[in-house]
């Protein structure tokens, strides 16, 4: 448990310390909140589908988690390189303390980033639906942080230099990001579309999400959590499977 | 303390430790020299449970680490070729992490941790991050990191690379003192010749995957008629140099895990 504990603490003290990598990391997500928010708001207000800050808000504080958690489980990358992976994996500690340890320490860095930017929305004009339904939102941030962190930790065990995280980035993370419903309501899509966004898993993040936040949502939330709730177990057996397979 | 019998390893076609025994005993500081891609780090790597043998047979303190991994890891410290040290991270956090990851009990961690960082004079700086400090700070901090849980065998894996004659001469004497003090057994590779002789109760020269010596500096040096160690290795292992092979071995090794096969 101590080793679980130790590691998790690092990921802290390495977000933490890191004061302008956490300033850049926010600059993405507060370009779409407004530039997307306010650019297409008059369209979707046109469209009767109401407030589009209103609806992208949980969008882009899914995409954060998203882009956080995805990153902290590649930063492996780095340890690898500078040799400090070695150090974690010769000690007398199961390897699967090891990986939850730093899989829950990515996961909780990318909920305080997701709180963050929750607070820009809040300074940009967006109101939850009801305050009491803030806890909810974030046992959702925590789920969409889980599962994006497994899956971080799987891909960081399996790539081994910087074209494999350019890969993962452009062909993984953009398009869960792109293909998830963050950006446009789920219903009325286009067949092929309407198929993908439902293989998606932050799908079902963003939408939990939204409907904890501004109380629509597409699917129930019973079936967002249970379905985020196996989907986190999944990829964290994933996560494990491949961090017990690295080699040095 | 460590036993080593008939341990091969292979990679694909590529023999990369063939066959080779040998015995280090209790208190003893043991070096194991070789050129570049004899197969001195493979067998370090074995040795420390990273790789598994193709077959063979490892004992370390009476136990066998392809087999029970984390009290075999729980008895040896190891210090990389490369480095292993967290950057971002303060001297004094780094040897806690250590503590914690090798199970120090907690009333003993801060007074080992403190007497370990004085002792490599290190302690002045403990609250700076490791990425501020020079090669041969950080080097001193990992040997220190090294012994933090007493361990009963510890490995150093070309720990002087790069450093210069004043700190290297600092480090040996560290490492012999607490030898001397903490009954560490010392398994050390280093290219540096002089260093081994000064350093070494005995040792042993691999090459191209086997042993081709074994004995005390002495008996080595006796055994091939030369006046120095060094002259006795380039008797034994000849003096082509072998770097082409070896890189462009790894170079296979690095395509091929590119792309997937990660053997």
């Given at each position: 448990m101590s080793a679980i504990y130790i590691l998790w603490l690092r990921e802290l003290k390495r977000y933490v310390r890191s004061k302008a990598q956490i300033i850049a990391s926010l600059g993405q997500p507060v370009m779409y909140l407004l530039a997307l928010g306010f650019g297409l708001g008059p369209v979707f207000q046109k469209a009767g589908n109401g407030s589009y800050l209103q609806f992208v808000a949980p969008g882009v504080i899914s995409m954060t988690i998203l882009f956080s958690s995805v990153f902290s489980g590649i930063a492996m990358l780095w340890d690898r390189q500078f040799g400090f992976l070695k150090e974690t994996l010769v000690a007398p500690v199961p390897r699967i303390e090891i990986m939850l340890g730093r899989t829950l320490g990515g996961a909780t860095v990318a909920v305080i980033q997701g709180c963050l930017i929750l607070v820009v929305c809040l300074i940009a004009g967006f109101r939850p639906a009801h305050l009491s339904s803030l806890p909810l939102a974030f046992l959702f941030m925590a789920l969409i942080a889980l599962v994006f962190a497994a899956l971080g930790t799987a891909f960081g065990s399996i790539i081994q230099d910087m074209q494999g995280f350019q890969l993962i980035m452009n062909f993984m993370v953009m398009p869960i990001f792109f293909l998830s419903g963050a950006l446009f309501p789920?219903?009325?899509?286009p067949k092929v579309l309407a198929v993908i966004t439902r293989l998606d898993p932050l799908t079902y993040g963003v939408d939990a999400l939204r409907g904890a936040l501004?109380?629509?949502?597409?699917?129930?939330l019973l079936w967002n959590l249970s379905l985020l709730s196996v989907i986190a177990v999944a990829f964290l057996s994933l996560g494990a499977y491949f961090f017990s397979r690295i080699q040095l | 303390m460590i036993r080593v019998q008939n341990l091969v390893k292979k990679f694909g076609e590529f023999?990369?430790?063939?066959?080779i025994s040998f015995e280090v005993q209790k208190g003893e500081i043991f070096a194991f020299l070789g050129p570049n891609g004899a197969g001195k780090t493979t067998t370090i790597k074995m040795l420390t449970t990273l790789l598994t043998p193709t077959s063979g047979k490892i004992e370390l303190d009476g136990l066998d680490p392809t087999h029970h991994r984390n009290e075999a890891r729980q008895r040896f410290g190891i210090v990389f070729q490369d480095p292993s040290l967290d950057g971002e991270q303060t001297a004094y956090e780094n040897m806690e992490l250590h503590a914690v990851l090798y199970k120090v009990p907690r009333k003993l961690r801060a007074e080992r941790i403190q007497r370990l960082l004085s002792l490599f004079e290190l302690w002045d700086r403990k609250d700076d991050l490791v990425k501020t400090y020079s090669g041969g700070m950080k080097r001193r901090l990992e040997i220190a990191r090294g012994f933090l849980h007493t361990p009963k065998i510890l490995f150093l894996d070309e720990p002087t690379l790069g450093l210069d004659p004043q700190t290297r001469n600092q480090l040996w004497t560290h490492v012999k003192h607490l030898n001397e003090t903490e009954q560490v057994t010392v398994f050390l590779t280093t290219h540096y010749m002089d260093e081994a002789d000064r350093v070494a109760q005995r040792i042993a020269i691999i090459d191209h995957g086997g042993i081709v010596a074994q004995g005390t500096p002495q008996e080595l040096k006796q055994q091939t008629n030369s006046d120095s160690l060094e002259q006795a290795f380039l008797a034994l292992t000849?003096?082509?140099?072998?770097d082409e092979a070896a890189t462009s071995t790894d170079q296979m090794r690095q395509v091929a895990k590119m792309w997937g096969n990660r053997r």
């Open positions: 789920l219903t009325n899509l501004i109380g629509a949502s597409h699917f129930s | 023999n990369a430790v063939k066959d000849g003096s082509t140099i072998r």
